[in-house]
């Protein structure tokens, strides 16, 4: 089994900083990409940011400049330092991860439970 635990989220006024953790156990072997997605009531999950092993980044349009991923292998751990937050950043955040388990399977996706952020006017 693999669990992606998460935190940081909290309150904060606008043009406020908070920064998310990840932090993934259990049978892992490896983890490829890590990224933090995020979900408002009624519409689809959205991918904000990802990292892979190799610290290759992508972000979506609306946070860049802004937030800023990062991950440490030897823990397991992969960080949101989220900037300059807007009350439109106010929604659920998950972790993800593409994990394998054992040296000869094949990566699966992972996710945490979501923490929350909320960004007062």
């Known amino acids: 089994q693999v669990q992606l635990v998460e935190s940081g989220g909290g309150l904060v006024q606008a043009g406020g900083s908070l920064r998310l953790s990840c932090a993934a156990s259990?049978?892992?072997?490896?983890?490829?990409?890590m990224g933090w997605y995020r979900q408002a009531p009624g519409k689809q999950r959205e991918l904000v940011a990802s990292?892979?092993?190799?610290?290759?980044?992508n972000y979506a349009d609306s946070v860049k400049g802004r937030f800023t991923i990062s991950r440490d292998n030897a823990k397991n751990t992969v960080y949101l330092q989220m900037n300059s937050l807007k009350p439109e950043d106010t929604v659920v955040y998950y972790c993800n991860a593409d994990v394998g388990t054992t040296y000869y399977g094949g990566l699966r996706d992972y996710w945490g439970q979501g923490t929350q952020v909320t960004v007062s006017s």
């Open positions: 990292i892979t092993r190799g610290r290759r980044t």
């Open positions: 259990g049978s892992i072997f490896s983890i490829n990409v």
